[in-house]
């Protein structure tokens, strides 16, 4: 990019269209601008957003600026932070005036919530969280409702009582089918060139490797069907550690949590703090405190999922309430 600072009467500012797919009576809309807007220092030029057809409702589209050749992108060109795309329109038109020679890169961004994307879900996430409530519901089914499996798990704890509960199958199904939703909705709407990364793949065959390779050690009569049980809870607890971490840094990379939803967030703190609760109680009820540990997938989970809860709080309330309008960054020097 030094090469600019060579040129005495020009300005370039380069705009990039986010290809992005809007909810618009059950239709695509696609918004485009010109590449490159190339100027003359001192001079002003009009840019054209236009749209793939006409809108239903007021658009208001974001101008995010990803980089400058200077340190303030203002003392380059002179834009607005945002541009209203109006009811039933297929266009809009901005100024941008031109201060002095240099570069700066924008995206548009939109603020409409009804879009079809899931660009701001983790496909590694989604992975993660789809193996982890099948195995989780094959351990309440199995601890719930196979009877032979009951009286295994009786004979090892002959003072205790079953910890897994209706509410506990429930749940396990419940999150799988919301599981398999997203993971359609993933393969429909607009994902932003995300794929499952090449880690989660790896981690994903280790568990289900161990899992069908403990199947054939069961049948052999080698370890007990209870126990087999036991390693799928313990799949979903090693889900459960990491799962989070893709999303996390997500958010941290994106410096944003726009398509996470928030309201996720606070329900599952809210069940994660009550199933912890109901164990401790169970617990106390019982004057048998084995039951907190004696389903330590379902404690894990709720103690790591509240955890993580208080990371995207925390991301969503403190670090990036508002969106990132520009980011600085230092002069660049010629060689």
Partial sequence: MGGLYLVKKWFLAEVLALHMLINISESALCLNVPDVVTMEQTSSATVTISSSSAVNQSTVI?????????NNYSSIITLP??????????SVNFTVLAHDVGQVTAHLLSNNTDLNSVVGL?????????TGFIAYSVFNIGLFWIPYIKEEFLQKNPSGINPVSANDVFFSLHALLFCVIYVS???????????????????LLIGWTFALISLFVA???KITWLEYLYY??????????????PQAYMNYRRQSTKGWSIGNVLLDFTGGVFSILQMIIQSYNNDEWKLVFGDPTKFGLGLFSVAFDIVFMTQHYCLYRRPQQYEAILEQQDD
Wanted: hydrophobic share 45%.
């Fill in 62 to 70: 974001q101008l995010n600026v990803t980089f400058s050749s200077k």
């Fill in 81 to 90: 932070e945002q541009v209203l795309l109006p009811e039933k329109a297929t």
């Fill in 122 to 130: 983790n496909f590694d996430y989604l992975a993660f969280n789809l």
């Fill in 185 to 203: 909705q993933a393969a429909l709407y607009e994902r932003g060139g995300q794929t499952v990364s090449w880690t989660a793949r790896l981690l």
């Fill in 219 to 221: 049948v052999a009569q």
């Fill in 232 to 245: 799928f809870s313990y799949i979903k607890l090693a889900v459960t550690l990491i799962k989070y971490v």
